[in-house]
């Protein structure tokens, strides 16, 4: 194996940089001269901005793991085991494995081997050159990042979903069941439905039948449970790929990190500088939805940044709704709000507080939060009973929301 392996970064198809293993798997990323000096250029990440909005090209070289930003595109937890198993590669080793899966990331970024090569695969996970060639075709039909079994299919005219062959292209992302919670792709299911009848940007999202879905993986043939699909807003419908970037990144966080690193004046601060008045009040209907249905895991991967021009960031449709109180005892949400992560404490006095730490108008976070409530109250007390949830799951949510400080302050308003 060479000493020195170079990839090459493309955004939109076109090279943008390249990544470099060094010796001692220590690796750095490097902008092309082309990009850094395209007045035009496209947006890969503001993280490579400073805060003048100049990109910032000097980086560090890290060890084992790639930087923040290329870390956060791979799979994490159990799915990246078994995903590294499947290339033939080791988990730890983020280099190997964005080659192995950079031919379908989140975004419009792709990721190649400068001369062309395929990754090389550890010495003890060695076939033949077909068994080689069969483990890198497989291992590329699921690259998507995250924790859940989830990878990239096309919609059929027939109504079901098909796995591509080399999982490129897809522009539907399918979320198998949970083996450790019940019904969670109803659960999903349904909290996204609320999401968007209260008045939030969800993309087209659907329950799928096993029997439905072509091509998937050796050993989930024998679900017996409906999948959750949700259309890829990282794809227009032309086909042409958009990029995208999470939270974590936009901050530098490695997933490890994505519970702890900031909160969510954080995420405020950021999207009114980006994105102004429509990404507050986006982010405002969002964190008040997902705190009334009792969602803990609204992490900083749970939010994302859309490049539409390429250039200019706009907050992402909504994604990963789910309430989590529903299966865990958890009352308390994945960030803090700004002195409490507690969610029965969410008060219009935290989201005041949140407001001026984030430099962001006071009155607009107020009034897009009483309306979400006011409208969620509305939509749920409608709709709850003809949702996919077991009466356990509605009784929770019905319990739960009625508990927060901010639901009591509008009903007393009534």
Do not use: C
Request: proline letters at 5%; aromatic letters at 8%.
């Amino acid at each position: 194996m060479a000493d020195v392996q170079t990839l090459t970064v493309n955004l939109y198809d076109d090279p943008v940089g390249t990544l470099t293993l060094l010796p001692g798997d220590r690796s750095i990323f490097a902008f092309s001269d082309g990009y850094l000096e395209d007045s035009t250029r496209p947006t890969l990440s503001l993280s490579f901005k400073d805060e003048f909005g100049e990109i910032l090209s000097e980086t560090r070289p890290t060890q084992t793991r790639l930087t923040p930003f290329f870390s956060n595109l791979l799979p994490e937890g159990h799915m990246r085991d078994y995903l590294a198993s499947r290339a033939g590669v080791k988990s730890v080793r983020e280099f190997h494995l964005l080659w192995a899966l950079g031919s379908d990331l989140p975004g419009a970024m792709t990721v190649t081997s400068a001369d062309g090569s395929a990754w090389p695969m550890e010495e003890e996970d060695l076939g033949n050159p077909r068994e080689n060639d069969v483990k890198r075709e497989s291992a590329m039909r699921f690259s998507l990042a995250g924790v859940q079994m989830k990878f990239s299919a096309i919609d059929e005219a027939k109504g079901g979903l098909t796995i591509p062959v080399d999982g490129a292209g897809g522009a539907w992302i399918i979320k198998l069941p949970s083996s450790r919670f019940n019904r969670v792709p109803e659960n999903e299911l349904s909290m996204m439905t609320l999401a968007d009848q209260v008045g939030m940007d969800i993309p087209p999202h659907r329950l799928v039948d096993a029997a439905d879905i072509s091509g998937l993986p050796d050993g989930v043939e024998f679900l017996d449970e409906p999948s959750f699909a949700v259309e890829r807003f990282d794809r227009t419908t032309e086909g042409e790929a958009l990029q995208i970037e999470d939270f974590a990144q936009v901050f530098g966080v490695y997933p490890a990190d994505k519970y702890k690193k900031a909160t969510y004046r954080s995420i405020a601060n950021v999207l009114w500088i980006e994105t102004g008045s429509a990404g507050i009040e986006e982010f405002i209907r969002r964190l008040v939805f997902n705190t009334l249905i009792g969602n803990a895991d609204m992490h900083l991967k749970n939010w994302s940044l859309i490049y539409r021009d390429r250039r200019t960031a706009t907050l992402a449709p909504g994604y990963d709704f789910v309430s989590t109180i529903t299966y865990l005892d958890d009352e308390y949400a994945a960030l803090k709000f700004v002195k409490t992560k507690k969610m029965i404490d969410l008060s219009s006095d935290e989201l005041s507080r949140l407001a001026a730490k984030a430099s962001v108008p006071e009155t607009l976070v107020l009034d897009t939060a009483q309306t979400t409530v006011e409208r969620f109250i509305d939509v749920w007390n409608e709709q709850k009973s003809h949702l996919l949830l077991t009466k356990d799951a509605t009784e929770t949510i019905d319990k739960h929301y009625q508990r927060i400080a901010l639901t009591r302050e509008v009903i007393g308003k009534r």
